[in-house]
């Protein structure tokens, strides 16, 4: 069963089609690469499917349930968490209360299994404003994975991370792919092309194509709006 779903989803920003009716399937256990160039409308996409964006027109399911003006919170509590593009942690507090903040309470046993997840366990009682970009990165992940969510959305992870960074995100995620439905905004073709079993691309808003890794690679559109330009 599809774990989550959008039909005709839209998003107008002015006379802008941000978005424009996009039909999308993510089936449960997945891991999906959303890809596409700069403004194709993959944040403003997975803005809505996690209610923080509204929809201007089209639907959202997940989990079978229609939620299309279900408020962020709910869809959070229902089993969605995402990361951000720029990093959303407190350099004030230690890892694990960051952990705890995401988690809503301070189940010590469940921050630290996430901590241990993103190989950051011995950490926890750190200021998290001390660590490097690309492990205040992989706490964001933590704070996600904590919510032990059935969707986790992850919002250009590897952005800014070094090539030893990127290496451990990829394991990372082949660790967490098991577990839970992964839906993944990557520019980095050899981070989608190492973690996607599906990809869609999305371009000036709609669906230029979507597939596997290789049906991506060896579609003329694709290569002509995108990958012939990376
Ligand atoms: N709040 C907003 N108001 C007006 N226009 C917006 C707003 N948010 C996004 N847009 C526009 O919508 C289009 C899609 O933006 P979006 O950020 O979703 O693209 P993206 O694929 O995530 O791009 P990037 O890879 O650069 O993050 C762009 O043309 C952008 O300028």
């Not at 969605?80 to 903040?101: C, G, H, P, R």
């Not at 205040?136 to 590897?158: H, K, S």
């Amino acid at each position: 069963m599809s774990l989550l779903r959008t039909e005709g989803l839209t998003r107008i920003y002015g006379g802008l089609k941000a978005v424009d009716e996009v039909d999308f399937t993510l089936p449960e256990g997945e891991v999906h690469a959303l890809i596409g160039p700069n403004g194709a409308g993959k944040s403003t996409f997975v803005g809505m499917v996690s209610g923080r964006i509204e929809a201007s027109a089209g639907r959202v399911w997940f989990d079978g349930r229609e939620i299309t003006h279900l408020p962020a919170h709910k869809r959070i509590r229902a089993g969605m968490a995402y990361t951000f593009q720029i990093t959303a942690i407190y350099a004030k507090l230690s890892l694990f209360d960051n952990v705890a903040l995401a988690l809503r309470n301070r189940d010590r046993a469940a921050a630290q299994e996430a901590l241990d997840h993103v190989g950051l366990a011995e950490r926890g009682d750190q200021l998290a404003g001390y660590l490097s970009y690309g492990h205040q990165r992989l706490l964001e992940i933590a704070m996600g994975v904590a919510q032990r969510p059935r969707l986790l959305i992850l919002d250009e992870p590897t952005q800014g991370l070094a090539e030893s960074e990127i290496a451990e995100f990829n394991a990372l995620i082949k660790r967490l792919a098991g577990e839970t439905t992964i839906l993944l905004i990557e520019h980095n073709m050899d981070v989608v092309r190492a973690l996607a079993e599906r990809i869609t691309v999305l371009d000036a808003g709609r669906v230029l194509a979507r597939g596997t890794p290789e049906d991506i690679h060896a579609d003329p559109a694709v290569q002509a709006a995108y990958l012939g330009t990376g």
